[in-house]
């Protein structure tokens, strides 16, 4: 039986779009049951509903604490019924609770403990840039408590920084190597769990 995925989205939906192809063409025994997105109007949407996605867009009240955003996210996921709960590009930490409930996988533009948090490819470009590191690259992690980008790994890549990198170029390939690593993960993850 195929595995239910949900994505959680909050920008521009490419690691969503790389679910969603892997879906189609077999490579991984899966379907995105739903995929919800903290914010309105962003470029996910239209992906979900081009490939005939459930698609809710549940966004924060004024000054909603996250145990109570929390909870009316569960509530919307869990009629979806997913086996994995796929953090893709999601940026918001989540409540102990929460973590408890699902099954996560979450996406981070970093190696395992290093740059947790927002803009980290532009943090580690500025590191590189200054002499401190010479690579960075991507992991995938299971989520079992609110730590920030922390977790057991189920996969991680080196992106060795290339001469003339400006942040772009280096963003383009830590892209492609997130779009490989989020659906080597799921699969894994799925083999681990069967
Ligand atoms: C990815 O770089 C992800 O690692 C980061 O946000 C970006 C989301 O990109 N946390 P997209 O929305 O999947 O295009």
């Known amino acids: 039986m195929s595995l239910r995925l949900v ?9 969503l779009q790389a679910i969603i192809d892997a879906c189609g063409s077999g490579r ?29 867009e549940l966004t924060p009240y004024v000054a909603e604490s ?23 590009g999601w940026m918001r930490v989540l ?6 409930t699902f099954e996560l996988l979450n996406l981070h ?19 590189w840039r200054a002499g401190e590191i010479t690579e960075s690259g991507v992991m995938v992690h299971r989520v079992p408590d609110e730590g920030v ?3 057991p790994v189920v996969v991680s890549e080196v992106v060795p920084f290339e001469p003339g990198d400006d942040l ?6 830590m ?8 659906v080597e993960a799921i699969d894994q993850l799925a083999k681990e769990l069967s």
């Not at 025994?29 to 809710?56: H, K, M, S, T």
């Not at 533009?109 to 590191?127: K, M, Q, S």
């Not at 892209?175 to 989020?182: F, P, S």
């Open 149 to 151: 980008d922390s977790g």
């Open 7 to 15: 994505v959680l989205v909050s920008g521009g939906g490419s690691n």
């Open 66 to 88: 996250r145990y109570s955003y929390d909870a009316r996210l569960a509530e919307a996921i869990a009629p979806w019924r997913p086996d994995i709960v796929v953090l893709a």
């Open 109 to 127: 533009p970093a190696l395992p403990g290093e740059f947790p948090g927002i803009n980290a490819v532009a943090r580690a470009h500025a590191g």
């Open 28 to 56: 991984l025994d899966a379907e995105v049951v739903g995929v919800l997105a903290n914010r309105e109007g962003i470029g996910a949407g239209p992906r979900a509903q081009e490939a005939g996605i459930d698609y809710r």
């Open 95 to 100: 409540t102990a609770e929460f973590c408890r």
């Open 168 to 173: 772009k170029t280096f963003e383009r390939r």
């Open 175 to 182: 892209h492609t190597v997130e779009h490989r690593l989020i």
